[in-house]
């Protein structure tokens, strides 16, 4: 569904993704995953169009991700940022029904309401949080919250930013179990990037490690622990000793 | 490069950096103006700008003109008395303050406080990942944070300047009747009979060029903030100082435009 094949990215000198090659099926959870600055956000991002890469291609649906409706294509998506990226100057409920109350899916404001405690509901937050606004939240809610937003309109694909970056190990494992249930529940395709092995066995289907700009390694979920790649098992195992260097 | 050289090219650089900034603001204001006339228009935000930009600038402009008035009141009576010309102080605060003042201390009080509050809000958007958030929420962030910003700042500066102007020339009225002896109904029909529609109308077009300035510096360093809150700091600080200069020159290339043909 989702291909990337030879994508090229830099930024100034500093050469981020060298030739990044990764294919996500339909209804698949696949978890990137890598060191600090090794270039996951910058592949999703450039999936979204939010950065352009200097070479390479990338298609949805073998549709080339730069071409046609640009509206059209954004609204498959939900997108899960690291920080929340709660809009802070409206309540709770706009920011989750956003999408219902403007553009191409624009609906009467009770039913965007509706729909909004009614995904606040999903992700395990009281209707009374709706009118609330993002900074009186606590960070474990910002995170629902965004996810409640990601997934309003239903979107085909969905992306998750480093999702429990922040959060105690308990309500790590609530937001693990929300996106693995919301998953399945919605056959959405996934792509998550985090750096917690706890995320990634609770979420993944499919695990790629990227290191240097490319994929280094990848493979089914349950394989992560029996595989050879002396990159992967130093990233699995936490190790401060093996080819990856611990000063980047 | 041998050292004799170095100053010149740094000279270069400088000049190169500057015509890549005016290039890339001139882009920015080309693409923000496209947007003013196509859909989706944002109603809700732009009147909460209005209310934002105009309403809540009043006080501080109106402060503004008040003081500024009453002080252009004393330096022109005490330099009209050099030459025994007390009696020209209605028709020169009058058009001072119309043509001149009320527009320019109008806009540099809003660059003040508005360009840094639209750098200050829209650079924490950015750094914070909330415009890429809009952009995958399919929303353009140039239609939605920059165009009802710059629509409302156009609109309310002239509304501004207009009332900063009535303050002003009250401010002088107050001083002139109660400091420096006027007679309050000849004070008012100098100043009634000596403007002319153009000298209110001048100011006005000032005012709304004013604004546009002030809120796309502000949008267009908030975008471009950097990292972290030294890039905000830095994005607000060079919204404030890029307005005001801009206002400055522009007033500077308006009055002769309007005023010497």
Redesign the interface.
């Known amino acids: 569904m989702i291909a990337l094949t030879d994508v090229h990215k830099a930024f100034g000198s500093k050469q981020v993704l060298r030739g990044l090659t990764l294919d996500v099926a339909k209804g698949e959870s696949c978890v990137i995953i890598g060191g600090s600055g090794t270039g996951k956000s910058v592949c999703l991002?450039c999936v979204?169009?939010?950065v352009i890469p200097d070479s390479g291609t990338i298609t949805v649906d073998g549709q080339d991700v730069t071409r046609g409706d640009?509206?059209a294509f954004?609204?498959r998506?939900?997108?899960l940022?690291?920080?929340g990226?709660?809009?802070?100057s409206m309540p709770v409920w706009q920011n989750v029904g956003?999408?219902l109350l403007?553009?191409?899916q624009k609906r009467p404001k009770p039913e965007a309401r509706e729909i909004a405690v009614e995904k606040l509901r999903r992700v395990g937050l009281t209707p009374d949080v709706a009118d609330l606004y993002p900074s009186e939240l606590s960070g474990g809610m910002q995170k629902r919250v965004g996810l409640a937003?990601a997934i309003a309109a239903e979107p085909e694909i969905i992306f998750f930013d480093e999702p429990t970056t922040g959060l105690d190990p308990i309500m790590s494992g609530v937001i693990n179990d929300l996106i693995r249930e919301i998953v399945t529940e919605m056959g959405a395709t996934a792509v998550t990037i985090t750096h917690d092995m706890s995320s990634v066995r609770a979420i993944a289907d499919k695990v790629a490690m990227l290191h240097a700009g490319k994929i280094r390694w990848h493979g089914p979920v349950g394989q992560i622990d029996t595989a050879e790649d002396p990159y992967l098992r130093q990233f699995v195992t936490g190790s401060a000793v093996g080819p990856i260097e611990a000063v980047r | 490069m041998t050292p004799i050289l170095a100053p010149v090219a740094t000279v270069g650089r400088s000049t190169l950096a500057l015509l890549a900034a005016i290039g890339s603001v001139a882009i920015f204001a080309a693409r923000a103006v496209s947007h003013l006339l196509r859909p989706p228009f944002y109603p809700r935000e732009l009147l909460h700008q209005l209310l934002h930009i105009g309403w809540l600038s009043l006080p501080v402009v109106g402060l503004t003109a008040l003081f500024t008035g009453g002080a252009l009141a004393l330096q022109i009576y005490a330099g009209g008395s050099r030459f025994d010309a007390q009696a020209v102080v209605p028709q020169i605060v009058a058009i001072g303050i119309v043509r001149e003042l009320g527009p320019v201390l109008g806009g540099l009080m809003v660059a003040g406080r508005v360009a840094a509050a639209i750098a200050a809000e829209i650079g924490t958007m950015k750094v914070t990942e909330q415009i890429d958030a809009l952009v995958t929420l399919s929303t353009n962030p140039l239609k939605y944070l920059a165009v009802p910003r710059i629509l409302a700042a156009t609109l309310s500066l002239p509304v501004l300047v207009a009332v900063g102007d009535a303050i002003g020339i009250f401010g002088g009225y107050l001083v002139s009747t109660t400091r420096l002896g006027f007679n309050e109904a000849a004070y008012l029909r100098n100043t009634v009979e000596f403007l002319e529609t153009w000298d209110v109308t001048s100011g006005l077009i000032k005012g709304a060029v004013f604004g546009f300035l002030v809120a796309l510096m502000g949008c267009y360093h908030g975008m471009n903030s950097g990292r972290g809150a030294q890039g905000v700091g830095r994005a607000t600080t060079n919204a404030v100082v890029s307005a005001s200069i801009l206002i400055l020159a522009a007033n500077y290339l308006l009055t002769e435009l309007f005023f010497t043909a």
């Open positions: 991002k979204l169009g939010l640009r509206d954004l609204a998506f939900g997108m940022f690291q920080g990226a709660l809009f802070d956003f999408r403007r553009g191409a937003r």
